[in-house]
Antibody, heavy 116, light 105 residues
Framework: EVQLVESGEGLVQPGSSMKLSCVAS????????MNWIRQAPKKGLEWIAL????????YYADSVKGRFTISRDNSKNTLYLEMNSLRSEDTAMYYC?????????WGQGTLVTVSS | IQLTQSPSLLSASVGDRVTLSCKGS??????LAWYQQKLGEAPKLLIY???SLQTGIPSRFSGSGSGTDYTLTISSLQPEDVATYFC????????FGSGTKLEIK
C-alpha cells in the first residue's frame, strides 16, 4: 500500500525558515518524481514544487521560487521542502504527492503557520 | 489556465442527481480531473481525463465535458458524499479550481 507521511508541522515567525519531510513507502520511491502541493486555510490547492526521480530537474511555482528548495534522499525514501523567508501567505497545509498525471497519491499533510 | 467552479456551495437531498461545473479560461483538451476532499483529509482522485473513473470510486460518480466546460455528476447523492470537490487541469501548467462545497439538505 502506498503511504506518504509528512512531518515538520509548526508555528514560525515571518522571515524564518522551516523544513518539511515526507517519508514514502509501498512503492519504489527512487523511480518517481515527487511534488509538494499546499492549501491555504479555506482556500484552494496550489502546486508549488516538483523534483524528478533522480533530482536531475526541479521546478517551482512563481510564488515560492527563490525561497523554497525541494530535495530528496532516495536512500531514505524521503522528500524534503526547505522553506526560507517565510511569509504569512505561506500559511497552509502542505501535502506531498507522487508525480503522476494527475496526482493520484497524496500524504495527509502537515500544517505550517507563519505568524508573529 | 484559470478554472472557475460553480456553484461554490450546493445543498441537495440524499438521492438527488447533483451536477458540479468547472469552466476553464482556455481549452483544456480533456486533461481535467476531479478530486473529493472531506474535512481534515487529503484530496482523493475521483475522475481523470474528463471521464475516466479512478479505481475504487463508486460508479455514481461520472465526468463529462470538452473544450472549456466540464461537469462532475453524482447520480444519486449519498450522505458520505458530503465534501468539497475540486477540478484540476493539467493541459497547460497545473491549476486547481476553487472548489464546490457539497452539503446534504
Amino acid at each position: 500500500e502506498v503511504q506518504l507521511v509528512e512531518s515538520g508541522e509548526g508555528l514560525v515567525q515571518p522571515g524564518s525558515s522551516m523544513k518539511l519531510s515526507c517519508v514514502a513507502s509501498g512503492f519504489t520511491f527512487s523511480n518517481y518524481g515527487m511534488n509538494w502541493i499546499r492549501q491555504a486555510p479555506k482556500k484552494g490547492l496550489e502546486w508549488i514544487a516538483l523534483i524528478y526521480y533522480d533530482s536531475s530537474s526541479k521546478y517551482y511555482a512563481d510564488s515560492v521560487k527563490g525561497r523554497f528548495t525541494i530535495s530528496r534522499d532516495n536512500s531514505k525514501n524521503t522528500l524534503y521542502l526547505e522553506m526560507n523567508s517565510l511569509r504569512s501567505e505561506d500559511t497552509a497545509m502542505y501535502y506531498c504527492a507522487i508525480d503522476s498525471v494527475p496526482f493520484a497519491y497524496w500524504g495527509q499533510g502537515t500544517l505550517v503557520t507563519v505568524s508573529s | 489556465i484559470q478554472l472557475t467552479q460553480s456553484p461554490s456551495l450546493l445543498s441537495a437531498s440524499v438521492g438527488d442527481r447533483v451536477t458540479l461545473s468547472c469552466k476553464g479560461s482556455q481549452n483544456i483538451n480533456n486533461y481535467l480531473a476531479w478530486y473529493q476532499q472531506k474535512l481534515g483529509e487529503a484530496p482523493k482522485l475521483l475522475i481523470y481525463n474528463t471521464n475516466s473513473l479512478q479505481t475504487g470510486i463508486p460508479s455514481r460518480f461520472s465526468g463529462s465535458g470538452s473544450g472549456t466546460d466540464y461537469t462532475l455528476t453524482i447520480s444519486s447523492l449519498q450522505p458520505e458524499d458530503v465534501a468539497t470537490y475540486f477540478c484540476y487541469q493539467y493541459n497547460n501548467g497545473l491549476t486547481f479550481g476553487s472548489g464546490t462545497k457539497l452539503e446534504i439538505k
